[in-house]
């Protein structure tokens, strides 16, 4: 115990004192020191530490910037680095997690998010190493058990036993050591067991059955991992369908021919219409062509898109007068949200996965020039010559990703709009979870574009205080959406809370609206309340008001 306070506080203190300058290692020596670092490295932790030297030796050629920032600590030279390194690490005892989590394949600037609290050695916690030595006993690459940990890390407070117990199971469905560690790394979860568990490598088996083994896996860790994070895109979308299973089987070019990003990048697409992740993920699997759609670079005609996909014209002059802010031109990248901002995704989509797919193809723009926007264009123009143009062109590509169009309503909401492209995202999505319509949403940024200037914390609050204290709905934001513009604690609480109060003491013979409550001036409200009486204003800032002194007792 002794020696194990003695090594932290060599610890510490090594980082607590400033070294004289160090004599830099030249460069065509780098690859010498590196080399004799790393040796020094896993004859401690195998002869100083007992590690095995397998495990040692995995640790010290794994952990790359581990070993650098050691070597940055001495003098260097060619005639004396092996011994002075190795005296260093008598006196000097490294931080044996920070070196295993960048190992397993963590990255060292996140590896601090990962260590166990006032922990240096593995002695002091050895699950972490027991886990990792299991797995990679049964044939997982040292340097990938990051993927494991990131996701699970559940798995590393079990016991060699128990892991080794598992992974006997997980074999026992008939794949091959490399297939079952790869296919492991691209589901994590199945380490922990389970009935389900089982289940999942069994559909797995049968679908690499249906493929055909020859060329569809090589037969190694990464290869199997790679398929397995492509047949993970549609589980995680899915899981319990069977049909999606078995589209899968019949979809062996989809695999074969698409990257996980690709598929990624397509299911998140359709996802976006709001419609359930299954539909989008059985989209797909019906009409796999779909993957060499180009959904991103196309621009779009709103209302040209509209009629593409058979809305008459009458439709589509009735949703340009209550939605003008979605007409003019878009992305078809952004089309997905533009039908949401509508509130007709839901029959887009039907279209869409009853056959009329190639639509999303086949649609082009009429004319060059077609839906072009003078004030919009205007617009432009003037962000180009801001000296912050990037945080507005950010803002601007923001709206436009929720619906709004290359249009002039936009460049008015824009000016209103304050906060990073990201905060304002944040305050939106809080808009979204509070149970706000995405269409109406989108409508109550048009007509109150402040709103999203507001903290998320404040806009949760709001809007917690119309449902649950004035008993109102979310309908009212309808109404009025200047709503979430005002203070809550200096405003609108206090003036409904009096305004409560009036009428409960028959004080009030009118029943005010929120709004008239709230966006009336100080100087009015306070006319208001000397109307009923003279006395009430002086009640009013005694008991209610944010001006009243705090001290006092209500």
Request: aromatic share 14%; proline share 3%.
């Given at each position: 115990m002794?020696?194990?306070?003695?090594?932290?506080s060599a610890l510490i203190s090594r980082n607590l004192t400033t070294a004289a300058k160090r004599r830099r290692v030249p460069s065509i020596y780098k690859s010498l020191a590196i080399g004799e670092a790393q040796k020094a490295v896993t004859d401690y932790l195998h002869t100083t530490r007992s590690l095995s030297y397998s495990h040692a030796e995995h640790i010290a050629t794994n952990a790359s910037s581990s070993i650098r920032n050691l070597i940055l600590n001495l003098d260097f030279s060619v005639a004396t680095f092996s011994k002075s390194i190795r005296r260093h690490l008598r006196y000097h005892p490294i931080?044996?997690?920070?070196?295993?989590?960048?190992?397993?394949?963590?990255?060292?600037?996140?590896?601090?998010?990962?260590?166990?609290?006032?922990?240096?050695?593995?002695?002091?916690?050895?699950?972490?190493?027991?886990?990792?030595?299991?797995?990679?006993?049964?044939?997982?690459?040292?340097?990938?058990?990051?993927?494991?940990?990131?996701?699970?890390?559940?798995?590393?407070?079990?016991?060699?036993?128990?892991?080794?117990?598992?992974?006997?199971?997980?074999?026992?469905?008939?794949?091959?050591?490399?297939?079952?560690?790869?296919?492991?790394?691209?589901?994590?979860s199945v380490l922990c067991g389970g009935v389900e568990i089982g289940c999942l490598f069994v559909k797995v088996k049968r679908l690499f059955e249906e493929f055909g083994s020859e060329d569809v896996v090589e037969e190694n860790v990464e290869?199997?991992?790679?398929?397995?994070?492509k047949v993970r895109v549609f589980y995680d979308l899915g899981f319990e369908s069977e049909e999606m299973w078995e589209l899968m089987g019949r979809n062996r070019s989809l695999f074969m021919e698409c990257s996980e990003e690709a598929l990624v990048n397509k299911t998140d697409y359709f996802c976006r219409f709001g419609i359930g992740k299954e539909e989008a993920a059985l989209l797909i699997l019906r009409n796999p062509d779909v993957m060499s759609f180009d959904l991103e670079k196309p621009v779009i005609s709103v209302k040209g898109v509209l009629k593409h996909f058979g809305l008459s014209e009458d439709e589509v002059d009735a949703l340009s007068l209550k939605h003008p802010h979605v007409f003019g031109r878009?992305?078809?990248?952004?089309?997905?949200?533009?039908?949401?901002?509508?509130?007709?995704?839901?029959?887009?989509?039907?279209?869409?996965?009853?056959?009329?797919?190639?639509l999303l193809s086949s649609y082009s723009l009429m004319k060059p020039d077609e839906d072009i926007d003078r004030e919009y264009q205007r617009g432009l123009e003037?962000?180009?010559?801001?000296?912050?143009?990037?945080?507005?062109?950010?803002?601007?590509?923001?709206?436009?990703?929720i619906g709004f169009a290359e249009n002039g309503l936009t460049m008015k909401t824009l000016q209103?709009?304050?906060?990073?492209?990201?905060?304002?995202?944040?305050?939106?999505?809080?808009?979204?979870?509070?149970?706000?319509?995405?269409?109406?949403?989108?409508?109550?940024?048009?007509?109150?574009?402040?709103?999203?200037?507001?903290?998320?914390?404040?806009?949760?609050?709001?809007?917690?205080?119309l449902c649950e204290e004035m008993g109102d709905s979310l309908e009212y934001l309808e109404v009025y959406p200047a709503y979430l513009c005002f203070d809550l604690e200096n405003r609108i609480s206090p003036r409904f809370r009096f305004h409560k109060w009036l009428v409960e003491k028959g004080l009030s013979e009118k029943n005010y609206s929120i709004a008239s409550i709230v966006a009336t001036s100080e100087k009015a409200f306070i006319a208001r309340l000397y109307g009923i009486h003279p006395a009430i204003p002086k009640h009013y800032f005694e008991r209610f008001s944010y001006r009243k002194d705090r001290t006092t007792v209500s």
């Open positions: 002794f020696v194990i306070v003695r090594f932290k931080n044996e997690f920070e070196f295993f989590f960048e190992s397993i394949g963590i990255d060292l600037g996140e590896v601090g998010e990962y260590l166990p609290e006032k922990k240096f050695f593995f002695s002091e916690d050895p699950r972490v190493l027991e886990a990792a030595c299991a797995l990679s006993g049964f044939g997982f690459p040292w340097n990938k058990l990051g993927r494991l940990y990131r996701e699970e890390r559940s798995v590393f407070l079990q016991s060699g036993d128990e892991i080794g117990l598992v992974l006997g199971r997980l074999s026992g469905v008939g794949f091959s050591t490399v297939a079952v560690a790869g296919v492991c790394l691209a589901f994590p290869s199997w991992y790679a398929f397995g994070r878009n992305k078809m990248k952004n089309l997905p949200l533009v039908v949401r901002a509508l509130a007709i995704h839901e029959r887009i989509f039907d279209k869409l996965k009853n056959g009329t797919y190639q003037e962000i180009q010559n801001l000296r912050c143009k990037t945080h507005s062109f950010q803002k601007l590509d923001f709206l436009h990703q209103h709009v304050h906060g990073t492209a990201v905060e304002i995202q944040e305050r939106f999505q809080i808009l979204l979870d509070s149970g706000i319509d995405f269409s109406k949403a989108c409508m109550l940024i048009r007509s109150s574009p402040k709103s999203l200037n507001q903290k998320p914390h404040s806009i949760q609050e709001k809007i917690r205080f």
